[in-house]
């Protein structure tokens, strides 16, 4: 078995889920086991500037460059250490389908968890290949393990090897990036790289430069409980309020209508009585007028309601998240450019596509690190459907080698 996949099939038995409602930097002490295991394995290998933030739980560090190389920009390649909240990532049972037949998958015959090629058509461009599945009770963990697992497998090769050609190589493992708080203590400046990827995306060949513009607010509705039999005229539901704020929102710009570059509002989580009642939403768009846009029309339905039922009623707490990458990136296309020529000398077909989300590279790049994202072979991530491609981790480490090499060029 190759090595990105033994640390691979190491990495995801490691729970790292991080949490939500969490105070703490990380927002939970298990994702410390694997940042542990990094760094003794980054020792193990030769890794030089090892940096392991014991607080915060960040993981620096730094392959030197080859003989003649030491003038190149320094490259640095992230990949975070949590997995997803939305499902468990505890006594993850990986295993891989060798030569897989293009046939649904049966995850778990006792409980009827079956992958399904007509949910998820993008098992058949596997056929062939082998495929690391789970046991249909947790999620997998290859976002990000399967970008660890070979930016690791790369380093190693790299220190072993000192005939391939490189500058200085910059890794680092991040938590919480599932919650949005991954670059939240990432220290740009001991990293010190001058252009940075991100290990963080899906199929191999993806290359992502766009991120949606991100905000979260949370609507508060204050009501008036009476009792039912004597309300008329006097009560003011609040769960029925916040059904009419959502109400108010363009139907058309939910999530399960939306697609490629189209924002959306998202009611993500509710709670209440007639009394208050309160919703979290997320507001999303890649184009940042339209993005402004819909924060301002958010506020307006909560202003109509306020004039309808009375001064405070609604209250609405907005906070922007993170920027679209794009306009940092369009400076330094030449990382985009890099990546394509590389991606093509190792047989991969580059697929520029938008992020319907967020990654640490997002954040990152307002903070000066120009940090574009790639594919990591992995699908279906948050859920227990996940998988990953053995030869696609393989052949993104071969990449990733790829890639360095044109930094010193």
Known sequence: MSKVIDYFLQYVQIDTRSEDESSTTPSTLKQHNLAQLLVSQLE???????????????????IPASEGCENAPVLGYIAHMDTSPAVSGENVKPRIITDYDGSDIVLNAEKNVISKVADFPSLLR??????????GTTLLGADDKAG??????????????PNLRHGKIRVGFTPDEEIGAGADYFDVKLFGADYAYTVDGGAVGELEYENFNAAGAKVKIQGKSVHPGDAKNKMLNAILVLQEFQALLPKEQNPMYTENYEGFFHL??????????????????HDRQKFESKKEL???VGDFLNAKYGAGTVTIQMKDSYFNMREIIEENMHMIDRAKEAMKECGITP??????????????????LPCPNLGTGGHNFHGKYEYACVQSMEKNVEFLLKLAEKYHE
Do not use: W
Request: hydrophobic letters at 40%.
């Open 351 to 368: 697929v520029i596509v938008p992020i319907r989300g967020g990654t640490d590279g997002a954040r990152l790049s307002f903070m000066g």
């Open 148 to 161: 660890i697992a070979e930016i690791m497998a790369m380093a190693s090769e790299m220190l072993a090897n």
């Open 298 to 300: 958010f506020q307006k």
């Open 126 to 135: 596997y056929v062939g290949q082998d495929l690391i599945v789970t046991d």
């Open 44 to 62: 193990e290998m030769g890794a030089k500037e090892i940096t392991y933030d014991k607080e915060h739980c960040y993981v620096y560090a730094t």
């Open 268 to 285: 993500d989580s509710v709670s209440g009585t007639v009394e208050e009642a309160e919703g979290d939403y997320i507001i999303r768009d």
